[in-house]
């Protein structure tokens, strides 16, 4: 069947250029708090209920926008921030494209009201699936509020593409979060359901900030990035090389201004943490990117999310260094002088706990992280073989951690130790889950071990869940695993990786398989970390297992010889440090006197 051609009318086109900006209620926040600050606000309000599904009202304090021109505001390719094509290649702006209000309101009820300083009475325009339905003079203060209600109401293709509500409600926080984190001189404040989730100062400061957005024990532990270049500034923080997550949604990039999503930044980034992270781990990072605006193209995706640099070379190495520089020069955890020996075992209770005299615990302050850069990248290349895997014997200390004198176990579940610089609360699982991990990662250039199963177990599966197993059987191989097709979605299972022996064959299948399915990352590397993770939460010693002095002495061992000791593969901290510092304010022995 053919039809004539036609130009479509403009609601429909509307519709269509709206679908490529307005994607979910976090892209009508971006698109309306960029506006704000192009305004140039000094404070932010953003209103959101429902998720975002009932309401999303943006309130500013900026230059506001004359009655008159309220009707343009919402017209699709009508803004105040370009004149000729030439403009684009030197934008100031965060807006450009005059197309965000039309597409909102294409797309909901959209009520703007406005009022410029120097006019004495605002306007109200209110704009319903893109039509006009209100436009009145009114008394307003001084700024604009946009309201958008109802959104897709009259979409409901896309209503359908939402994620559940928690998921948006996140995105919109993360959206607002970082925007504040951008500009720390406007004080911004969002509330959800009339919760008050953000709240910034607008007083400059943004470590303040940057603890809403990673919680402040972690925006306590980052590293601040500062490269002031020719041509290129880099600023903002990092994470320790002890601090990592098992993706990449805690990496930011903002360019002049501008929250983009830029894979080779992050490769960049990712470039400068070489060797110092563990396969499938990745750091935290939030940089402010900032070069002349004749240097980058933000005229190349819809949503303004990507951008393309004049010298891509000169940014990202701009980047790299800023990132090593900032590592190099930090010491995350400190290290213990040379001099320094972990005591003798001595009897509990002998005073070997003196810390009056060890308060000033002798902690080198040129420790030098080079080195120890170094040494990752040498044991990188070491080939661990699979027998390590099992067999605990002592790797050397990877000198991200102290030398530590176990003191003894508490609760059958944590181990107690002291270290050079106070004391240390142990979890022996998520270290055991360490230590394990460590062995398997380091261990995949080779396969590991199986063991053979006496009988073999047969496993069941639904078409998808076997389809995804399919997949994954040289991977799973690699581990240990000796699984084959045995009939339609039916497996047989004849090892197991030696670690886990002990468990059920088939359900410690049916556990990864289920982890495929969660899986998003087209990443191989990611995958086989995540699936080690998963094997070794299974063989980790539990809580409550009381271990011998021998068994808590070994793992303390492992544990110092790990990469990343601070955290389980899952991202959950192995221990908390009790620094001398700290023991003597809780005990008052110091400002007290
Ligand atoms: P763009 O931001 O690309 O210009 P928009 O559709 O987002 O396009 O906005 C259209 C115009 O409306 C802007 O150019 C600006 O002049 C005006 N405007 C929108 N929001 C605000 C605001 N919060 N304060 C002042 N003016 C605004
Ligand atoms: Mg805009």
Known sequence: MMHAIQILPEAVASQIAAGEVIERPASVVKELLENALDAGARQVTVRVEDAGRRLMEIADDGAGIAAAELPLAVTRHATSKLRSAEDLFHIQTLGFRGEALASIGSVSRLTLTSRPAQHAVGARLVVEGGTLRANEPLGTPEGTVVRVENLFFNVPARLKFLKRDITERQQIDALVTRYALAYPQVRFSLFQDGRAVLQTSGNGDRREILASLLGVDTARQMIEVALEDQDVRVQGYISPVALTRSNRREITFFVNGRWVQDSALSTALLQAYRTLLMVGRFPLAVLFVELDPEAVDVNVHPAKAEVRFRSPDAVFSGVQRAVRRALLTSSPVPQVSSGWQPPQPTALGQGAFDLHSASRPAIDPAWDMAADLARAEKSEGAAVNAASAQNPAALPPSGMLPLLRLVGQVGGTYLVAEGPDGLYLIDQHAAHERVLFERMMG??????????????????????????????????????????????????????????????????????VEDFEEDETPLQAEREARLVARICKRAAVKGGQSLSPEEQRALLRDLEACFSPRTCPHGRPTMIHLTVDVLERQFGRRGSR
């Not at 199963?453 to 197993?469: D, G, K, S, T, Y």
């Open 443 to 512: 261990g995949l250039t080779a396969p590991l071990a199986g063991q053979a199963l006496l009988e073999a177990a047969v496993v069941q599966l639904p078409a998808a869940q076997a389809a995804l197993l399919n997949e994954q059987i040289p991977l799973l191989s690699r581990l240990g695993f000796d699984i084959e097709p045995f009939g339609p979605n039916t497996f047989r299972v004849r090892a197991i990786p030696a670690l886990i022996t002990g468990s059920d064959p088939a359900a410690a299948v049916r556990v990864l």
